[in-house]
């Protein structure tokens, strides 16, 4: 059975600390993972990895992949209050296109 | 942009009562899937579909089942709900990886169904 932890499962910050939201995974065949955001609504997609030790970046936001070890980080720097949400790991393994998610870590951020 | 509605944001639903959730995507996509999130538990796959009158189960069916009848629209059916089905229900859609390409879930706003 696939399985997918997140840690820490809730984080408060300040506005302007640097955090680093971490997953880790075991799945039969992996494809990819997938970082999704969740405000109190539908989740957004923010990264999709499929390759080791390639950094994704999207602003403030970036990820990484370890496929050797099986983790993932996502970093957020300089945080800001509209960065608060749950932030969501997902794998893919290659029987088809299904997801496994971790529990989320809701991340708290304070003015 | 993809756009995967819901038919409704909240429910609230009486015991042994039979209970639909709708769910339409409008980027002709071949694979839709129903979730359930719970405080604690993350996101749980209950069925997905890969096809028109496809279905898999998924983690936790007991208790549901599903129509595709029409490509962009898959539908959950709680037969008799109960009070353990109170949850959040996100619906999803991605294009088909057969050719080897990595796409993403795209997901609905979500309902939140209330069993008393």
């Known amino acids: 059975e696939d399985k997918v932890v997140q840690s820490p499962l809730s984080l408060v910050v300040h506005e302007g600390d640097t955090v680093t939201l971490n997953c880790s995974y075991e799945?039969?065949?992996?494809?990819?993972l997938l970082w999704y955001k969740q405000e109190k609504k539908a989740p957004t997609f923010l990264f999709m990895l499929?390759?080791?030790?390639i950094e994704k970046k999207s602003g403030r936001l970036s990820s990484i992949l370890d496929k050797k070890e099986l983790f993932s980080i996502l970093n957020i720097t300089a945080t800001q209050t509209g960065d608060s949400a749950v932030y969501l790991c997902?794998?893919?393994?290659?029987?088809?296109?299904?997801?496994?998610f971790g529990e989320g870590t809701q991340l708290t951020v304070n003015p | 942009d993809v756009k995967v509605t819901q038919s409704s944001r909240y429910l609230v639903k009486r015991t042994g009562e039979k209970v639909f959730l709708e769910c339409v995507q409008d980027?002709?996509?071949?694979?839709m899937f129903w979730y359930r999130q719970d405080p604690g538990l993350g996101l749980r796959l209950i069925y997905f579909?890969?096809?028109?009158?496809?279905?898999e189960k998924g983690d936790i069916p007991e208790g549901y089942s599903v129509s595709r009848e029409k490509k962009e629209r898959f539908s959950l059916i709680l037969e008799s709900a109960s009070t353990n089905q109170t949850s959040m229900y996100l619906c999803?859609?991605?294009?088909?990886?057969?050719?080897?390409?990595?796409?993403?879930?795209?997901f609905g706003p979500g309902t939140r169904l209330t069993v008393t």
């Open positions: 999803a859609s991605s294009p088909s990886s057969g050719a080897g390409g990595h796409y993403e879930q795209y």
């Open positions: 799945v039969t065949n992996f494809r990819s």
């Open positions: 499929t390759s080791s030790g």
């Open positions: 997902a794998v893919e393994d290659r029987s088809g296109s299904r997801l496994t």
């Open positions: 980027m002709d996509h071949e694979n």
């Open positions: 579909s890969y096809d028109v009158k496809m279905k």
